[in-house]
């Protein structure tokens, strides 16, 4: 019980300083660099605010991830890091992916050079160790790594097109893996603190990014959050057995498809729409399914709360998923399925009709 106390105290306390130090950190970014992170006024890039806005909100994510690191011996003092493969290559896939969306940010990157540097921040993550084991074969769950670590990492860009959506959605996925980290009691675990770091950059950046929002976290948040959520993604949701110790693929395929629902959902409905529009998927535009919500009628903090609120239901589902359901058959998986099926349509229909091709 004191173990357990001491554990809430030192998380408790970290949560709350960092997300004063991500408070402090962009706001004093916000007031001595208004002119650093926005593009250039000319650029033919479709956004979906009228009013360039600093794209700094990165730079206290990726502070307070290397931040978390460091703290980590400072709380544990019984446990050594420095040759955690795993935690090494998170720490250089991430650094890769904040310093690509950094360059991005100022030059505006080319789609294959982004694409390049993604697919080395998956290779990095493979080397050590994070990889997903969905296949008997080791080559395709290489590949199928690959996939989900690029899926991702654009996906949580394609989504930061309005206020605070990607900011919000982000969080429930941290608070997801948080929840399974609980639930099979890994409560002294490095990734703990990263969690809990990056939540609370989130939170404290949350304050400017509300709509109307001073800051944005421009590619250089959106590339870092894509990658961090991407590895944690195969360490505690595609590669995480259940309770009973079981690693069931269709059942870790549903914890993870709903856990990152709505990134995957948008991007699934942009690249279908402009696939169908003879347009290609990588240029901007107003086809998001956030728009096509404002489109009819929603305001963007409405839109926001709306995409909270899918994804505590997922996560709610995860619960059940992960922690009630002993005996998984085929009516869990025709359940889960309409489930999934149903919000995507919900999302993609109205695109349909107000999506601004």
Not at 193 to 198: D, I, S, T, Y
Not at 217 to 242: C, E, H, K, R, V
Not at 263 to 269: N, S, V
Request: glycine share 6%; net charge neutral; hydrophobic share 50%.
């Amino acid at each position: 019980m004191e173990g357990k106390l001491y554990l809430l105290l030192i998380y408790g306390s970290y949560f709350i300083s960092t997300v004063i130090l991500s408070f402090l950190i962009n706001g004093l970014l916000l007031k001595f660099a208004s002119n650093l992170g926005i593009r250039n006024s000319s650029e033919t890039t479709i956004r979906w605010s009228a009013q360039a806005k600093p794209a700094l909100g990165g730079i206290s994510f990726f502070l307070i991830f290397l931040l978390s690191i460091a703290s980590y011996p400072i709380f544990f003092e019984h446990h050594f890091i420095s040759f955690n493969k795993q935690l090494l290559g998170i720490m250089a896939a991430s650094t890769l992916a904040f310093l690509m969306g950094l360059s991005d940010d100022a030059y505006n990157t080319k789609p294959l050079l982004k694409l390049a540097i993604q697919i080395s921040c998956a290779f990095i993550l493979i080397f050590t160790d994070t990889s997903i084991s969905l296949f008997s074969s080791a080559f395709l769950n290489y590949i199928f790594t690959i996939f989900w670590v690029v899926a991702i990492m654009n996906s949580i860009n394609m989504l930061d097109n309005m206020d605070a959506i990607t900011t919000l959605v982000s969080i429930t996925i941290i608070i997801n893996a948080l929840f399974i980290l609980y639930l099979n009691s890994h409560s002294d675990n490095i990734h703990i603190l990263l969690l809990v770091g990056v939540l609370a950059s989130l939170i404290g950046f949350l304050f400017y990014n509300w709509h109307p929002s001073k800051i944005i976290m421009g590619d250089t948040g959106s590339q870092f959050l894509g990658l961090f959520l991407a590895a944690i993604g195969i360490i505690y949701f595609w590669d995480t057995p259940d309770f009973n110790e079981e690693k069931i693929q269709s059942k870790q395929f549903f914890v993870t498809i709903l856990t990152f629902a709505i990134p995957i959902i948008d991007t699934t409905t942009v690249v279908i729409n402009r696939l169908l529009h003879g347009k290609s998927p990588f240029i901007g535009g107003k086809d998001h399914t956030t728009h096509s919500l404002f489109f009819m009628g929603l305001t963007e903090k409405r839109i926001a709360v709306l995409y909270t609120g899918i994804s505590f239901v997922s996560m709610f589902f995860n619960y059940l998923i992960i922690h009630y359901i002993d005996n998984w058959s085929y009516l869990h998986i025709i359940l889960f399925s309409v489930y999934f099926i149903t919000l995507f349509w919900f999302l993609y229909a109205p695109t349909r009709k107000y999506g601004q091709h």
